[in-house]
């Protein structure tokens, strides 16, 4: 990561504007297709669920406003950012948070996140956490049109909340709500329109 100067910031009116109020977070749930990352996953035999979280960290990161952060009010801008996922082992009620780079292959993002989490035999890998996550959840119980999420109030805190449910069949699609939970001082509906857009790119693709 690189430390940014305020002043070069083109955001930082923005920035100074929204830090004025109390609660600067904000949450936005839209539908997403997501037919060929289903199709792609059963081809593949993948974790549709994992895939997302590979996909949507790629997203992310490819949309620079996610990736500054505020530390000791100094600014910095991010390499990128990890993904951190709740995960469900077999026959468990209980989740646990996995915390891995996404890498640069779909197919060993998602073995590597499978064996991670099997491994996992503690809640939480401390070790594994930073200041560069990415917080993933999913209720893939219900169709979720809206979220927010638990957190320790910190205005400067700039990681992003994704999140999602049961994907839905329409006229033979597949379609899925996720919702964004972001900080305003940092990103924008601008921003979420090209993480949206890369999500879909990058989806295309497969």
């Not at 790629?58 to 100094?74: C, L, P, Q, S, T």
């Not at 305003?184 to 879909?200: A, K, M, P, V």
């Amino acid at each position: 990561m690189r430390q940014v100067n305020w002043e070069d910031w083109d955001r930082k009116e923005i920035f100074d504007f929204f830090s004025h109020l109390s609660n600067p977070f904000y949450s936005v749930t839209f539908a997403v297709d997501v037919t060929d990352l289903y199709r792609f996953t059963k081809a593949n035999r993948l974790s549709f669920y994992y895939s997302l979280v590979y996909l949507c960290t790629k997203a992310i990161n490819h949309v620079e406003a996610f990736r500054y952060m505020v530390d000791r009010g100094n600014l910095f801008l991010l390499d990128q950012r990890i993904s951190s996922f709740r995960d469900l082992k077999p026959g468990s009620e209980t989740f646990h948070i996995v915390t891995m780079p996404c890498g640069n292959d779909i197919g060993t993002f998602c073995r590597t996140a499978r064996e991670k989490s099997l491994a996992q035999t503690t809640f939480l890998d401390r070790a594994a956490e930073g200041i560069d996550l990415i917080h993933f959840s999913c209720l893939p119980w219900v169709e979720v049109t809206g979220l927010t999420n638990d957190r320790d109030f910190d205005p400067d805190d700039a990681i992003p909340r994704v999140a999602w449910g049961k994907y839905t069949e329409e006229n033979g699609r597949k379609k899925l709500h996720i919702s964004l939970e972001l900080n305003h001082r940092f990103t924008d509906g601008l921003h979420i329109g090209r993480f949206y857009e890369e999500l879909c790119r990058l989806m295309a693709e497969l």
